[in-house]
């Protein structure tokens, strides 16, 4: 598959994709943005979730520096990153259907609230029915998926639709059926996948894009800096003691 080395091949792959979502996506990721920074203004707290590895996007914005302080992490016990053993048991419970509905009725999301759903498949039931719940609870869902999945594969959940279809804003990652780049000589099957670079760069620009439309409203963008640089403990120490109602990471 094309010139150079595997890596450089890699490399132009996962750059010909950003472009394309640059380009593409990019009246998508200009309404995400706004829709987060009204979501602010208005008093509504933010959450994103994703199941397996499309937690690593969802995990990158939260509690990160330069980041929106108000992000909260939704977490689903056994499917937030592959921690839980066996690894596939993961995989087995975002295919059981009613899981989203226990984790809403449990969980702090409410009306006015903003909800990320990361899925690249968009295709099992637990990100259908966490996008489809949140949104029957007046919560604003913003999808991160692939397009093409629902367009080449069948839904897994009982009503045969996509996460695609229960978002208020959708963001599509370009990536194909079975995340894999490449393919070479002598190996069996495609390899290299690039969704968390693609949807973790789609999710930066949306928060980007929010820090921008907050401040072209008068409203200093609650960000966190690294602790790792002098006064940044500080500095969010009183972010997040000025937004401590709508942030959950660190409570007890």
Known sequence: ?????????????AADLLRRVREEEAGAIAAAGELIAGTVTGGGRLFAFG??????AAQDIVYRAGGLALMNLLTVPGVTGVDVVPAT??????????????????G????????????????NA??????????ARGVKVIGVTSV???????????????????????????????????TAEGV??????????VTTALLQAVMATAAGTLAARGVEPPLLR?????????????VQDEYGDRIFYRRR
């Open 1 to 13: 598959m094309g010139d150079g080395t595997l890596a450089e091949q890699f490399f132009d792959a």
């Open 51 to 56: 199941a397996g590895h499309s937690s690593l």
């Open 89 to 106: 048991l993961g995989s087995a419970l975002e295919r059981v259907a009613g899981l989203a509905t226990a984790v809403l009725d449990a």
């Open 108 to 123: 702090p999301l409410r009306a006015g609230d903003l909800l990320v759903v990361v899925s690249l498949s968009g295709r």
């Open 126 to 135: 637990l990100p259908v029915e966490m996008a489809s719940g949140a949104r």
């Open 148 to 182: 093409a999945y629902a367009a080449q594969t069948t839904s897994r959940h009982g009503s045969g639709t996509f996460l695609k279809d229960h978002c208020d804003i959708v963001l599509d990652s370009k990536i194909a059926p079975g995340d894999a780049e490449l």
């Open 188 to 197: 069996a099957a495609p390899f290299a996948p690039a969704s968390t670079v």
């Open 226 to 238: 690294s602790g790792n640089v002098d006064g940044g403990l500080d500095w969010n120490d009183r």
